[in-house]
């Protein structure tokens, strides 16, 4: 009698091993399903987009239009129909067809990645030009530095939430800088499979220097350009399949600039 209890124990405990193994495949494709770009063939639709700059510390600021020279300006877009996409630069931008990540390296998301441009009806970023200049006719021997990046709404409601992926990269001449909304964002990422990024976390950077900006130009000289993109950071752990939205939360960018004395050096 023993005997048959001890072989029963046995086979029960053959037939829990192989469904074990089973359920630890499903638990990995799962994981794996789960950080994915949030689309391959969609776009998520923003209603509207904000995107204001404002200027400190004796300098002004214009859009586009270079029409008006003021402490603060503003773009607004109409509806945009936004795909994932990934960049280190501004320049490159890159898209992944692929749903699944490659957790097991960390190297971003398997499948083929291709450069991509903002033609066609679905955009990958939006593109928001803005020019910078003394307030008076005579240049301004200081440094540019970037404030302040505040990214609305911040990305901390849920962890399935988009608005965690939202990235902003402030390109001046050659310098670029790249803000997330928060801390809750994937910071470190590589993309392209080849480029390592770290984003700037834009609830707590503040007085972010621009790089090779060390005179502003008078109110009659040739202007300073900064270029704001606003996108979806497809290789953000937060930019997942699961997290599709018909229409993503009103969003709102605000980027300061100040002019700065040059830090002296002993």
Same mark, same amino acid.
């Given at each position: 009698?023993?005997?048959?209890?001890?072989?029963?124990?046995?086979?029960?405990?053959?037939?829990?091993?192989?469904?074990?193994?089973?359920?630890?495949?499903?638990?990995?494709?799962?994981?794996?399903?789960?950080?994915?770009?949030?689309?391959?063939? +969609?776009?998520?639709?923003?209603?509207?987009?904000?995107? =204001?700059?404002?200027?400190?510390? *004796?300098?002004?600021?214009?859009?586009?239009?270079?029409?008006?020279?003021?402490?603060?300006?503003?773009?607004?877009?109409?509806?945009?129909?936004?795909?994932?996409?990934?960049?280190?630069?501004?320049?490159?931008?890159?898209?992944?067809?692929? @749903?699944?990540?490659?957790?097991?390296? *960390?190297?971003?998301?398997?499948?083929?990645?291709?450069?991509?441009?903002?033609? !066609?009806?679905?955009?990958?970023?939006?593109?928001?030009?803005?020019?910078?200049?003394?307030?008076?006719?005579?240049?301004? $021997?200081?440094?540019l530095y970037i404030k302040q990046v505040t990214i609305t709404p911040p990305g901390t409601v849920t962890s399935a939430d988009?608005?965690?992926?939202?990235?902003?990269?402030?390109?001046?001449?050659?310098?670029?800088?790249?803000?997330?909304? =928060?801390?809750?964002?994937?910071? $470190?990422?590589?993309?392209?499979?080849? +480029?390592?990024?770290?984003?700037?976390?834009?609830?707590?950077?503040?007085?972010?220097?621009?790089? !090779?900006?060390?005179?502003?130009?008078?109110? $009659? !000289?040739?202007?300073?350009?900064? +270029?704001?993109?606003?996108?979806?950071? !497809?290789?953000?752990?937060?930019?997942?399949?699961?997290?599709?939205?018909?229409?993503? @939360?009103?969003?709102?960018?605000?980027?300061?600039?100040?002019?700065k004395d040059p830090v002296v050096t002993p």
């Open positions: 009698m023993m005997k048959n209890n001890v072989n029963k124990k046995s086979n029960n405990m053959k037939k829990l091993i192989p469904a074990a193994g089973m359920l630890a495949v499903s638990a990995t494709m799962l994981a794996t399903s789960t950080y994915a770009w949030f689309s391959m063939n +969609t776009a998520v639709t923003a209603t509207g987009m904000n995107v =204001t700059a404002q200027a400190e510390s *004796g300098i002004v600021i214009s859009n586009s239009t270079k029409s008006a020279w003021n402490a603060t300006a503003a773009t607004t877009t109409g509806s945009l129909n936004l795909l994932p996409t990934s960049t280190s630069n501004g320049s490159t931008w890159y898209h992944n067809s692929s @749903d699944d990540a490659d957790i097991a390296t *960390g190297d971003g998301h398997v499948g083929t990645y291709t450069t991509v441009t903002n033609e !066609g009806s679905d955009k990958y970023y939006s593109e928001n030009k803005f020019y910078i200049k003394s307030a008076t006719t005579s240049s301004l $021997t200081k440094d988009l608005d965690k992926s939202l990235r902003v990269l402030v390109k001046i001449g050659d310098s670029t800088n790249i803000y997330a909304p =928060t801390s809750a964002s994937t910071l $470190t990422y590589t993309v392209n499979g080849a +480029t390592s990024v770290t984003a700037l976390d834009a609830s707590s950077v503040n007085d972010t220097k621009v790089t !090779g900006i060390t005179s502003i130009p008078a109110s $009659t !000289g040739t202007p300073i350009e900064a +270029t704001v993109y606003v996108y979806f950071e !497809g290789e953000d752990a937060n930019c997942k399949s699961n997290n599709v939205k018909a229409t993503l @939360d009103t969003m709102a960018v605000s980027v300061q600039f100040e002019a």
